[in-house]
């Protein structure tokens, strides 16, 4: 049946080709390519989470004094 073919296939979580398969990537590199974008974009987060801390600090010295 023609639509349960389309509902078994995926899109590949990095480069968003459809593929058939488990898994959540087409290839290795895709899956590669995704980790290294994930850890960027935690180190990214927790940058701002560490300005918005330090902003946060110096706001409630700021009104402590
Ligand atoms: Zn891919």
């Known amino acids: 049946m023609a639509t349960s073919k389309i509902a078994q296939h995926h899109h590949c979580r990095s480069c968003g080709k459809a593929f058939v398969g488990d898994d959540a990537f087409c290839s290795a590199e895709c899956g590669d390519t995704n980790q290294a974008v994930i850890k960027r974009k935690k180190k990214q987060l927790l940058f701002l989470y560490a300005i918005s801390f330090i ?10 004094l």
């Open 55 to 64: 902003v946060l600090i110096v706001a409630i010295l700021f009104m402590g």
